[in-house]
Nanobody, 118 residues
């Protein structure tokens, strides 16, 4: 089974920064993309950012200009640099990987808490 190891969550004041990391163990399927979703209390899980194996990126409108997703292909690791954090960024952040489309193969991390105080 594929495992995702997440780190970097924590508590920070508004305007601060955090950097999340997610490392995937060697997968039994070819990785097509890796990214982050988040779920705030009482809200639906939403996509934050995703990066494909080719390097293209997609961001939620709410984080554009503040968050940057990057990758280290050799290490099967992605990073989410979060700057100018806002209280509304408070959520559990989940790392995920998926196979090359149209493969349904997918795996999720356990989640890491990000809390931004006002």
């Amino acid at each position: 089974q594929v495992q995702l190891v997440e780190s970097g969550g924590g508590l920070v004041q508004a305007g601060g920064s955090l950097r999340l990391s997610c490392a995937a163990s060697r997968s039994t399927f070819a990785i097509g993309a890796m990214g982050w979703h988040r779920q705030a209390p009482g809200k639906q899980r939403e996509l934050v950012a995703v990066i494909t194996i080719g390097g293209s990126t997609t961001y939620a409108d709410s984080v554009k200009g503040r968050f940057t997703i990057s990758r280290d292909v050799a290490k099967n690791t992605i990073y989410l640099q979060m700057n100018t954090l806002k209280p509304e960024d408070t959520a559990v952040y989940y790392c995920y990987i998926r196979g090359v489309l149209p493969s349904p193969a997918m795996a999720w991390g356990q989640g890491t808490q990000v809390t931004v105080s006002s």
